[in-house]
């Protein structure tokens, strides 16, 4: 059997890293172990923030319902608890973007629930 070199391989695989390692400082950069430590930290918390970032989401558009459900004499649970006996279906992230961006529709929204709550 022939010996199998696997230079053009090998070669692509460290550009990509050092590629990705660009923007980091000193030998993390420069430096091939470094570099590929650097790049491999960085891809665990890429995959663990993408998840995360949907938790603080929700935890935005919470503060952000809550604040505007105070305006209309309403708690956070309160509100919620009402808009589920009136039946209306409304996701949080909608709920949201109307509290910030269309204060009448929220309004609305919190009249409906109130009347059936």
């Known amino acids: 059997m022939p010996r199998v070199k696997s230079n053009v391989a ?3 695989r460290k550009k990509k890293i050092m590629r990705a390692a660009k ?6 950069s ?10 491999e ?13 949907k938790g603080e989401f929700r ?13 209309h004499g309403f708690s ?10 009136a039946g209306i279906e409304i996701n949080r992230k909608v709920l949201a973007d109307l509290a910030v961006k269309d204060m009448d529709a929220f309004a609305r929204i919190a009249e409906t629930a109130r009347a059936a709550g």
């Open 41 to 53: 930290r960085a891809m665990q918390y890429a995959y663990r923030d993408r998840r995360k970032k």
């Open 23 to 28: 923007g980091a400082r000193g030998a993390r």
């Open 76 to 85: 956070y649970s309160g509100l919620m608890a009402a808009l589920r006996k």
């Open 59 to 71: 935890a935005l558009w919470i503060t952000r319902i809550n604040a505007a459900a105070r305006m």
């Open 10 to 12: 090998h070669h692509a």
């Open 30 to 39: 420069k430096l091939y172990k470094p570099a590929k430590e650097t790049v």
